[in-house]
Structures are given as structure tokens and as C-alpha cells.
């Protein structure tokens, strides 16, 4: 399975995995499309990251690749949140920035 990769303008790590358009239907596809429409507003706008074979042997960084895959495939795509935990919001501003 072939598969295209898009950020998101409103929130970092966020990723949009859409099966890849053929050589036909690249030119004006939209991946937003895929969405939900209350999933589309919160992605704002996408800007292409990569394209990527998926099979059951790769390894993705941070999603299971079969799970990417299943999705694509019943939904039409998957879709990647941010981590959690990487920062804390209640953590206490360094020294040199505090009241900055």
C-alpha cells in the first residue's frame, strides 16, 4: 500500500496518512477530503511531508504500521496526534525566563 504524508498547520506532530492518488488524480487531490469536517477544521491546512509504501514489515516511529494501514483502508485515513507527555505545562519556567 502506498500512502501520502501531510502536517498540520494547527498543531505540531500532528500527521495525516491518506492512501497516494494516482498519476491521474494527483493534480488538484485534496486529502483533506478524507476528513470528517469537524476533523478538517482542527487540521487546518496541510503541507506534504512524504509519500511511503506501508506493508506488514516496516517499522513507523511512533504507530503500529498495521493500524495505519487497517485505517486507510476502512476509513480512508489515519490520522497521527501529537505525543503526550512531552511537555509539561505546569513544569517551572527556567531560571533566566521567568516573568519574561
Partial sequence: M?????????KD?????VARPSEDQAEGFDPLLALPEPLRA???RVTFVMDLE???ERKLARVNVLHVMDS???QGFFLQMPPEG???P???APEG???A
Fill in 2 to 10: 502506498y500512502c501520502s504524508i501531510y502536517k498540520s498547520s494547527k
Fill in 13 to 17: 506532530e500532528m500527521y495525516l496518512y
Fill in 42 to 44: 482542527a487540521f487546518g
Fill in 54 to 56: 506501508l506493508h506488514a
Fill in 72 to 74: 486507510i483502508q476502512t
Fill in 86 to 88: 512531552l511537555i509539561d
Fill in 90 to 92: 505546569n513544569a517551572v
Fill in 97 to 99: 525566563l521567568r516573568g
